[in-house]
């Protein structure tokens, strides 16, 4: 059903070079780790939080779209986020 909904992505999404790096993020950060991803490997997902200082994160067992399986987890980890200082 969801897939049904998807629109079309811009791939300048996927070839616009990005000017900022990580560590230049001094904001409290939390990370979603989704356990079950296969889109995003769980390694790739591990390194990506190495790579910011300080990033908190929560691992839910859930795939690529933890808004849809998972939404009670998803509330959870956002206002976790929300309340890091």
């Not at 990580?22 to 995003?40: C, G, H, I, N, W």
């Not at 990506?48 to 067992?61: N, Q």
């Amino acid at each position: 059903m969801w897939y049904s909904k998807l629109g079309r992505q811009s791939p300048a999404a996927f070839t616009t070079p990005v000017h900022f790096s990580t560590p230049q993020l001094k904001v409290p950060s939390m990370y979603l780790f989704a356990e079950k991803d296969r889109a995003v490997m769980p390694e790739v997902q591990q390194k990506m939080i190495d790579a910011v200082p300080g990033m908190k994160s929560i691992r839910v067992p859930c795939g690529h779209s933890p808004f849809l399986s998972h939404p009670d987890e998803t509330v959870e980890v956002i206002v976790k986020g929300a309340e890091l200082r």
